[in-house]
């Protein structure tokens, strides 16, 4: 009772366009995860510095994450059609 049953294969141009989709949206998850992270690490070094009264953390957040920040969301905007 040896029951074999055949699956038909999936053609090889259906998998690779599975494969660049699934990458398209890895791409942008991972571009919006990092815009994300640099602007809540901008926000929250402007705040401690609210709080010590001190510029030296919001010097550095504007003159180094805010243009990483402003790259990676033009990036994601690019790539996403109509955005």
Request: proline share 5%; hydrophobic share 60%.
């Amino acid at each position: 009772m040896d029951a074999q049953v055949d699956r038909k294969a999936r053609p090889p141009w259906l998998k690779w366009i599975l494969r660049i989709v699934l990458s398209y949206i890895a791409l942008l998850a991972i571009i919006l995860s990092i815009t994300i992270i640099v602007i809540l690490v901008t926000f929250g070094f402007i705040v401690i510095d609210a709080f010590t009264h001190s510029t030296s953390l919001e010097e550095f957040s504007t003159k180094y994450l805010v243009p990483v920040s402003e790259f990676m969301w033009r990036a994601f905007t690019w790539l996403i059609p109509g955005l």
